[in-house]
């Protein structure tokens, strides 16, 4: 028996964590970590195996198969993630649920002190991600604590231990909304992302018959991901996705999310007057302008709409046009630095919305401006594949919610859009029912017994529900080989502005060529003047030659309607595909009457 050797151990170790959990300012948890290991039970065990240089659990394991003493630790230490496996999921099966924020901390603790035992002196602040990254553990841990751990301990080996424990204090564990990218994706296999939703020859049927290019969404595709959707907030109360208009302004494709439960998100009087045309009215249309024109709030007085004010100076404008009946959303923003990837962003820099503290204050004249309830929105991030931003956006939320609830009443927590998709071959789709799952968590950790019950939970997710399911096909006009080899298509930078405005990645596949191994590089270019006018640069592509049909991937969302008329190009046609392969015309061509209607000569 070494009693005293296993003491000294544990303390050491217990020691580490406490201080630096008094450090971020988990006071209580500093004090009680470990506690169980002076239990009988674990004492015993650890006594009897203790070496000094290895784990006294692992050595019982060896000899018994399992170690008593985990079993009994592991069920009294929520800081370890086999304390939140249990069965869960669809199919129910044993799983690991999203852990507390504070508890999640505690883990990264942990480790880092274990690491620093471990290593001794040739311990370094990358050494608890190595771990996490190699051990078979984490494989059990629920994507989204997962994600935030990797979040923490990135920031660790990068920045160092002083940085990451003030981040933890004042963001982390503040619910500040962060986002601290993951672990980098490989790069994949282009040829793998090459397939879509229609067969090569099918693609080059339809150019055939439509003329290029055309947008083509798949109604299948749309319907499935709607369903998913649902699903995964099914728990949530009065759940309803709006989707945001500017994303995909297209009747067709409006009426049929109507058809699966979806609303619209409306900013301006023309998507109103759209959007009122497809059917949509009162709770399903949220009006968000912001810096709106008189006329975008003369329109929501003929449709009837729910309204969000992005700025309190705009309460006296809503109010002149009648559009407040005793409840109003209103967008909001944190009061704090906020980090988009690696960078800070300050709210004093964002256009968007009215910071917590400032709505905090404005209650008084909102009430007598006769406002009885309202509902919260923020929208901080586009585009991002953080599992971890859902559950953070909420925990901000649902604490500004318990807050402002004492006042007046919350009716439902809007947590916005802004999820991914997986543009690049080889990226990882987010996995929305994680996602989901830890939002739930979030709002049964901050409101079960408290005042706010059960608000509704809202989401705007656009990209993620068109973007996957539309492609943009067009055709190979002329090649030109030189030192790079330049491919001009008939369609451009006007019909898909993406990639020319961020640089975005759209993938391309070639009809007939999908998955050929043999590729080289080209730039994929539009017929614009501008030497920007790029679909593509470098990209490696089957052999091509003048008349191929290329279909240009995941441009459901954010594609046509950005486009323009620059350089005399006109707006290209929308179809949409059914499930029984009939192709229908949303929107015709351009012409160069439609170019013209508006001039006057
Ligand atoms: C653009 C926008 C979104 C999000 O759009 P995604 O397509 O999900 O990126 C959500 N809400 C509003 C008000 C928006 O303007």
């Given at each position: 028996?070494?009693?005293?050797?296993?003491?000294?151990?544990?303390?050491?170790?217990?020691?580490?964590?406490?201080?630096?959990?008094?450090?971020?300012?988990?006071?209580?948890?500093?004090?009680?970590?470990?506690?169980?290991?002076?239990?009988?039970?674990?004492?015993?065990?650890?006594?009897k195996?203790?070496?000094?240089?290895?784990?006294?659990?692992?050595?019982?394991?060896?000899?018994?198969?399992?170690?008593?003493?985990?079993?009994?630790?592991?069920?009294?230490?929520?800081?370890?993630?086999?304390?939140?496996?249990?069965?869960?999921?669809?199919?129910?099966?044993?799983?690991?649920?999203?852990?507390?924020?504070?508890?999640?901390?505690?883990l990264?603790?942990?480790?880092?002190?274990?690491?620093?035992?471990y290593?001794?002196?040739?311990?370094?602040?990358?050494?608890?991600?190595?771990?996490?990254?190699?051990?078979?553990?984490?494989?059990?841990?629920?994507?989204?604590?997962?994600?935030?751990?990797?979040?923490?301990?990135?920031?660790?080996?990068?920045?160092?231990?002083?940085?990451?424990?003030?981040?933890?204090?004042?963001?982390?564990?503040?619910?500040?909304?962060?986002?601290?990218?993951?672990?980098p994706?490989?790069?994949?296999?282009?040829?793998?992302?090459?397939?879509?939703?229609?067969?090569?020859?099918q693609?080059?049927?339809?150019?055939?018959e439509?003329?290029?290019?055309?947008?083509?969404?798949?109604?299948?595709?749309?319907?499935?991901?709607?369903?998913?959707?649902?699903?995964?907030?099914?728990?949530?109360n009065?759940?309803?996705?709006?989707?945001?208009?500017?994303?995909?302004?297209?009747?067709?494709?409006?009426?049929?999310?109507?058809?699966?439960?979806?609303?619209?998100?409306?900013?301006?009087?023309?998507?109103?007057?759209?959007?009122?045309?497809?059917?949509?009215?009162?709770?399903?249309?949220?009006?968000?302008?912001?810096?709106?024109?008189?006329?975008?709030?003369?329109?929501?007085?003929?449709?009837?709409?729910?309204?969000?004010?992005?700025?309190?100076?705009?309460?006296?404008?809503?109010?002149?046009?009648?559009?407040?009946?005793?409840?109003?959303?209103?967008?909001?923003?944190?009061?704090?630095?906020?980090?988009?990837?690696?960078?800070?962003?300050?709210?004093?820099?964002?256009?968007?919305?009215?910071?917590?503290?400032?709505?905090?204050?404005?209650?008084?004249?909102?009430?007598e401006?006769?406002i009885?309830?309202?509902?919260?929105?923020?929208?901080?991030?586009?585009?991002?594949?953080?599992?971890?931003?859902?559950?953070?956006?909420?925990?901000?939320?649902?604490?500004?919610?318990?807050?402002?609830?004492?006042?007046?009443?919350?009716?439902?927590?809007?947590?916005?859009?802004?999820?991914?998709?997986?543009?690049?071959?080889?990226?990882?789709?987010?996995?929305?029912?994680?996602?989901?799952?830890a939002?739930?968590?979030v709002?049964?950790?901050?409101?079960t017994?408290?005042?706010?019950?059960?608000?509704?939970?809202?989401?705007?997710?656009?990209?993620?529900?068109?973007?996957?399911?539309?492609?943009?096909?067009?055709?190979?006009?002329?090649?030109?080989?030189?030192?790079?080899?330049?491919?001009?298509?008939?369609?451009?930078?006007?019909?898909?502005?993406?990639?020319?405005?961020?640089?975005?990645?759209?993938?391309?596949?070639?009809?007939?060529?999908?998955?050929?191994?043999?590729?080289?590089?080209?730039?994929?270019?539009?017929?614009?003047?501008?030497?920007?006018?790029?679909?593509?640069?470098?990209?490696?592509?089957?052999?091509?030659?003048?008349?191929?049909?290329?279909?240009?991937?995941?441009?459901?969302?954010?594609?046509?309607?950005?486009?323009y008329?620059?350089?005399?190009?006109?707006?290209?046609?929308?179809?949409?595909?059914?499930?029984?392969?009939?192709?229908?015309?949303?929107?015709?061509?351009?012409?160069?009457?439609?170019?013209?209607?508006?001039?006057?000569?």
């Open positions: 028996m070494h009693l005293l050797g296993h003491f000294k151990t544990i303390t050491h170790h217990k020691l580490l964590v406490m201080g630096y959990c008094f450090r971020v300012g988990l006071i209580r948890q500093g004090l009680m970590h470990d506690m169980s290991k002076y239990s009988l039970t674990e004492l015993r065990v650890g006594a195996y203790y070496t000094g240089t290895k784990s006294p659990n692992a050595l019982e394991r060896e000899e018994l198969g399992y170690s008593t003493a985990w079993l009994h630790h592991k069920g009294r230490n929520r800081h370890h993630l086999e304390y939140w496996i249990d069965y869960g999921g669809r199919d129910f099966h044993i799983m690991g649920h999203p852990m507390p924020t504070k508890y999640m901390v505690e990264c603790l942990d480790r880092i002190a274990a690491c620093r035992v290593h001794g002196k040739n311990y370094t602040d990358r050494d608890p991600l190595d771990y996490l990254v190699n051990s078979r553990d984490s494989r059990m841990m629920h994507p989204v604590t997962k994600a935030q751990v990797v979040e923490i301990l990135t920031m660790l080996a990068e920045k160092g231990e002083k940085e990451t424990l003030r981040y933890i204090r004042r963001v982390v564990l503040k619910h500040a909304v962060a986002l601290y990218p993951s672990l994706e490989p790069e994949g296999d282009p040829a793998e992302k090459d397939p879509c939703f229609l067969s090569g020859n693609l080059k049927e339809l150019a055939d439509l003329g290029t290019p055309f947008y083509l969404y798949d109604e299948k595709g749309i319907v499935e991901t709607s369903e998913r959707l649902k699903d995964a907030f099914s728990w949530a009065g759940y309803r996705n709006f989707f945001p208009v500017k994303a995909t302004p297209t009747a067709g494709i409006l009426k049929l999310l109507r058809e699966h439960g979806h609303g619209v998100v409306c900013s301006s009087a023309a998507e109103l007057e759209l959007c009122r045309r497809c059917g949509f009215k009162g709770d399903e249309i949220l009006f968000l302008p912001n810096y709106p024109r008189e006329e975008d709030l003369a329109m929501a007085e003929q449709v009837p709409c729910m309204p969000v004010l992005d700025d309190l100076g705009l309460l006296s404008r809503f109010l002149n046009h009648g559009l407040l009946r005793g409840t109003v959303g209103i967008r909001v923003k944190p009061d704090g630095m906020f980090r988009f990837g690696l960078t800070e962003v300050s709210p004093d820099s964002m256009k968007f919305g009215v910071t917590a503290s400032a709505l905090k204050a404005a209650i008084p004249k909102l009430k401006a006769g009885r309830s309202m509902g919260l929105h923020s929208y901080m991030a586009g585009n991002t594949m953080s599992p971890e931003y859902y559950p953070r956006l909420t925990a901000f939320l649902c604490d500004l919610a318990l807050e402002l609830s004492r006042d007046i009443q919350i009716d439902y927590i809007n947590i916005s859009g802004g999820i991914g998709i997986a543009y690049r071959p080889g990226q990882q789709q987010m996995d929305l029912a994680a996602a989901a799952s939002v739930k968590a709002f049964q950790e901050k409101l017994g408290s005042t706010l019950v059960n608000p509704g939970l809202y989401t705007e997710l656009g990209r993620f529900v068109t973007g996957p399911h539309g492609v943009l096909v067009t055709r190979v006009t002329h090649i030109k080989e030189e030192k790079r080899t330049f491919a001009g298509v008939d369609a451009s930078s006007a019909d898909l502005m993406r990639p020319m405005m961020y640089g975005a990645y759209h993938h391309i596949s070639v009809a007939g060529k999908e998955c050929v191994k043999d590729r080289k590089p080209y730039d994929v270019v539009g017929a614009v003047c501008e030497n920007t006018d790029k679909l593509a640069e470098n990209r490696m592509l089957p052999a091509l030659e003048a008349g191929d049909v290329l279909a240009i991937h995941d441009a459901g969302a954010h594609g046509h309607s950005m486009g008329q620059y350089g005399g190009r006109l707006r290209s046609g929308e179809y949409l595909l059914h499930p029984n392969g009939e192709v229908q015309q949303l929107r015709r061509p351009e012409t160069i009457e439609d170019y013209l209607s508006t001039q006057v000569f």
